[in-house]
């Protein structure tokens, strides 16, 4: 029978709120990822404003019941519009008790957080994993959670011998009743996802889904209400759900870029397997190459064809690439490269989020190698920087990193579908004649833009070289020249700054506190504020997405602040550690990067957990710093 | 003789190239060089097939051989140290009506860049690849090759090189869908002329290994090698590289092997006491990858456009 905690009975049935947190954790291939996305696009699909997260395990099968195996899914929905993973989830689903360990570790879950635990283990076989169930529940309950532990397994048996594969439609339907969802609608997201293996399978997952829809009815008295987002917010918008990998995947094909040369690393393959899987249908081709070096070989050789292309990877593979980014700088060919972050150094975390190879895009190359670097802060800005890295590309002549990482690439998001057009994309290839008086590189000495031969065109034959050359690519040693070509090179950054708008401060001008922030943690980082603020704090927060050339205008934001700090999830000092001075003292990337570019003393708060960062957490960080400044204040006076 | 028709006439082309097309800067090898030959045979193949040299790319690493593209009058890629094959195979993946030329080294192709060799004669792709391989490394001044042979006394072996010499060949001829295999050495210009031209024909990769002089670090490796011809054996075959008389009768040992015996010419390659001259492997229907990599490369961008929209309709809710 089901063990209904005695708080809850006396709840109301029936809650409304205005957004909610569901995890659904299990061992490898349960299938918890599944179906949590399809309850997120249900979701998305019925209004509300959602983001699901995946939970990783490094390993692909990792031993069963272990809390390292822990794999799974976070989906926040909301009334209102989601940037993020949130704080503490509210119900949990959790296929067994062991996974959860690792889950509380991360402060996943709260005093009252709901646990709908499988029950089969309190009776199992073996002796010692009937003690770690009861020990565990113990603990869990005397931590707060209310566990409901139900008999999951036994009422899918009713329906397939083998509940491994099943269950997490059963629980699907467990879900979609809690949050009284649209049945028709999951029904028809099932059958979209089995669609490839055939009616029966649909069936079985259909039968499954009422069997857990019911279950849910009869035995849980849990039911909670988030209402959609305000149509007037929707109306006359359409929407694509995807994660930041897809979205790559997507912003390639909307760049009008026909190759992309990759070799597989986590967690950037995935926006390979999209591509590979639709490619075709707008005459692309993803090549998996035998390395990454080849990989970017590859990309340099078509983009010096004249057919731009694009490499994907991550930490690991940015230093396997670094050589042939170095090439491509020196020769002026355009590339782009994603670049989707992972932790580091070496293998590291391959699975998790870190923003630690800002400083090995922009530096990880020898001798003075100027590129353009963007940082997308939003699933939705994963597509469309694709396209503006492209055209970056092809206009500036250089290699474009577009850095992107774990939390974009696995986070899902509804978002607006892109209108693309025409101009969007590559133009057709140019094989006119080229006037062969003009050199290759016939560098305008103002903004060192040159326009590029392509081979094809006649008269415009050179020999691309990475010696230094000069601007008729003549391979040159002498003083002049090298200083000339690097002069080129790196005054394109400067027209590109030219073009660029002062960032926009999130939250007052003026104030004691401004965050500074890059990447995948805007939503985090936005929250934090707007909730500090509500709270009276005078914080407000600035997001850069280019970091080369920086956006102009951030000394003028800064110094009307008394303190900025960047938030980060990359290493930094924490200033009070052991032996930590203003003189040992190693900041976070951004923060040492705008300390150089300001010469204003920022701060910085970084951590590398390898989960992302929570609303929750950075707003207690940033009003400790503000307390401090005001504590410092006060002394002064 | 191009330009005379069988029957007598002469073909008017709109665009007659000469070997002036096809030169570049001057080349800056050592008087004596090896290259020199392979740069000139290969001219004088691209003016032959009247190839237009604004549709032709010679891709190279780092090395002596790899400044060829410097000395030719066609677009180049004088790139990375042991990757110009993917640099040649990006380019040929997106824009296959371009012609492909590779020229690497010993050290540049068996060495630093052994994975992508290996790889790029799976892929297949249309290009004549010359590895020049005069078994040192000569531009960074004598360090040991991997085809360097044992004893050969060198600055990072200044005792003599310890290990046998790698067998590029064996290698080559062990790799999956590898299509044309011919070895040459760089002071018989007919056969070096030939030998190219028959690896620019062929549709696929032309793997072309020229044994080559470098007569200031390894001198007694080719002196041996110019002043022994018994050290070779002479492949003749009707499907192999066209040999002149004059050409034959300086090899004493002369040997009759059909190209599509793989099996042949492995044991072949393996005898190193007797270095085969001419085609030993060619397989003219191996898969080439471009034939896929360049899957709708004649969209328009409007059916590129409208493909995309199909993709997000797909997906939108």
């Known amino acids: 029978m089901v063990d209904a905690a005695t708080a809850e009975e006396t709840a109301p049935r029936l809650r409304l709120t205005r957004e909610h947190i569901v995890e659904i954790v299990s061992d490898s291939g349960e299938g918890a990822q599944k179906a949590g996305q399809t309850f997120g696009t249900v979701c998305a699909r019925m209004g509300n404003g959602v983001w699901t997260v995946e939970i990783i395990p490094a390993e692909i099968q990792p031993p069963a019941r272990s809390p390292a195996g822990a794999s799974g899914i976070r989906i926040r929905l909301a009334s209102h519009t989601v940037t993020n993973m949130g704080d503490e989830a509210d119900i949990v689903v959790a296929f067994n008790e062991q996974v959860l360990y690792s889950r509380i570790v991360n402060g996943a879950y709260k005093e009252g957080t709901q646990v709908l635990l499988e029950d089969k283990w309190r009776d199992d076989k073996v002796p010692e994993i009937r003690e770690q169930y009861a020990k565990a529940v113990a603990e869990f309950r005397e931590n707060g959670l209310i566990v409901h532990e139900l008999p999951i397994e036994k009422a899918c048996l009713e329906i397939i011998p083998n509940p491994r594969r099943g269950k997490n439609m059963f629980v699907l339907g467990m879900l979609c009743r809690i949050y009284s969802r649209d049945v028709a609608l999951a029904k028809g997201e099932i059958a979209t996802t089995f669609k490839r293996k055939g009616e029966k ?73 999209y591509l590979a899987d639709v490619y075709h249908e707008v005459g692309g081709f993803v090549h998996q190459a035998e390395d990454e070096i080849a990989a970017a070989g590859f990309a340099i050789g078509s983009s010096f064809a004249g057919k731009t292309a694009c490499t994907i990877t991550s930490g690991p593979g940015l230093a396997l690439k670094s050589e042939m980014l170095g090439l491509a700088v020196m020769a002026e060919v355009p590339l782009v490269v994603c670049l989707v972050q992972r932790g580091g150094p070496s293998t590291g975390l391959p699975t998790k989020v870190e923003q630690g190879d800002l400083l090995a ?232 990067l705008l300390r150089a570019h300001t010469l204003i003393d920022i701060d910085c708060w970084s951590v590398v957990y390898g989960h992302p960062l929570q609303p929750g957490m950075i707003k207690n960080v940033l009003i400790e710093r503000l307390k401090e400044l005001q504590g410092e204040t006060s002394c002064s006076d | 003789m191009f330009g005379l028709k069988p029957d007598w006439s002469l073909e008017v082309f709109e665009r007659y190239f000469t070997m002036g097309d096809y030169a570049g800067g001057e080349a800056r090898w050592c008087p004596g060089c090896g290259d020199h030959a392979v740069l000139t045979a290969a001219q004088k193949v691209l003016r032959d097939e009247q190839q237009r040299p604004e549709m032709s790319v010679c891709v190279s690493g780092i090395g002596c051989s790899s400044r060829m593209p410097h000395y030719l009058g066609t677009y180049g890629f004088h790139g990375l140290h042991g990757r110009a094959l993917p640099v040649a195979c990006g380019i040929k993946s997106r824009r296959p009506d371009l012609d492909v030329w590779v020229a690497t080294g010993d050290g540049d192709c068996f060495s630093i860049g052994t994975a992508h060799w290996i790889h790029a004669l799976r892929y297949n792709m249309d290009m004549t690849l010359m590895v020049f391989d005069n078994a040192i490394y000569g531009l960074t001044k004598a360090q040991t090759s991997p085809t360097s042979p044992q004893g050969l006394k060198t600055n990072t072996h200044p005792f003599g090189a310890i290990l046998d010499p790698h067998n590029p060949l064996t290698v080559t001829l062990g790799v999956t869908n590898v299509s044309f295999v011919a070895q040459v050495a760089d002071w018989n210009p007919p056969l070096l002329y030939e030998t190219l031209k028959a690896a620019y024909r062929h549709k696929g990769t032309g793997f072309v290994r020229i044994i080559q002089r470098c007569p200031v670090y390894s001198d007694n490796f080719s002196k041996e090698l110019q002043q022994n011809p018994d050290r070779f054996v002479l492949l003749e075959h009707q499907q192999g590289i066209p040999v002149d008389k004059s050409v034959s009768r300086q090899f004493p040992n002369r040997l009759e092997h059909d190209p599509s015996d793989l099996g042949r010419a492995f044991q072949l390659a393996a005898d190193t006491s007797r270095l085969p001259l001419g085609l030993l492997y060619h397989n003219p229907d191996a898969q080439c990858y471009e034939d896929l990599s360049s899957q709708g490369v004649a969209m328009t961008p409007e059916q590129r456009l409208a493909g995309f929209n199909t993709v997000l309709d797909r997906i939108t809710v």
Request: charged share 20%.
């Open chain 1, 201 to 273: 399978v649909i069936d079985i997952n259909h039968r499954l889904f009422d069997a857990g829809y019911q279950f849910a009815e009869e035995t849980l008295a849990l039911e909670y209400q988030v209402p959609p987002q305000p149509l007037e917010e929707r109306e006359g918008k359409r929407f694509i759900v995807t994660n930041g990998n897809t979205a790559l995947g997507l912003g390639v094909m909307a760049s009008g870029m026909e190759l992309v040369s990759m070799y597989p690393i986590t967690p950037a393959t995935s926006a390979s397997h």
């Open chain 1, 361 to 592: 895009s922009l530096f990880g190359m020898p001798g003075d190698a100027p590129k353009v670097v963007i940082a997308a802060a939003t699933i939705e800005e994963c597509l469309h920087f694709v396209v503006m890295a492209r055209r970056l590309a092809e206009t500036f002549r250089t290699p474009v990193i577009l850095l992107t990482d774990a939390n974009l690439a696995t986070g899902v998001q509804p978002y607006q579908r892109p209108e693309p057009s025409l101009d969007w994309l590559a133009p057709p290839i140019d094989q006119s004649d080229w006037d062969e008086h003009i050199p290759p590189y016939n560098w305008d000495s103002e903004t060192g833009l040159s326009p590029r031969p392509v081979p094809g065109m006649s008269g415009g034959q050179y020999i691309l070289t990475g010696l230094a050359h000069t601007n008729h690519s003549k391979v040159a040693y002498d003083s002049d020249s090298n200083q000339h070509g690097s002069n080129m090179r790196s005054r394109k950054f400067a027209a590109l700054a030219s073009t660029l708008k002062p960032p926009v401060v999130h939250g007052d001008e003026e104030g004691d506190l401004l965050v500074v922030g890059w990447g995948s943690t805007l939503g985090a980082i936005e929250e934090a504020v707007d909730r500090a603020r509500a709270e009276g704090f005078k914080i407000s927060s600035l997001h850069l997405r280019f970091i080369l050339p920086m956006e102009p205008g951030l000394k003028a934001i800064f110094k009307r602040f008394r303190k900025i700090m960047t938030v980060e999830i990359n290493y930094s000092d924490d200033p009070d550690a052991p032996l930590i001075t203003e003189e040992t003292r190693r900041y976070a990337q951004l923060a040492m």
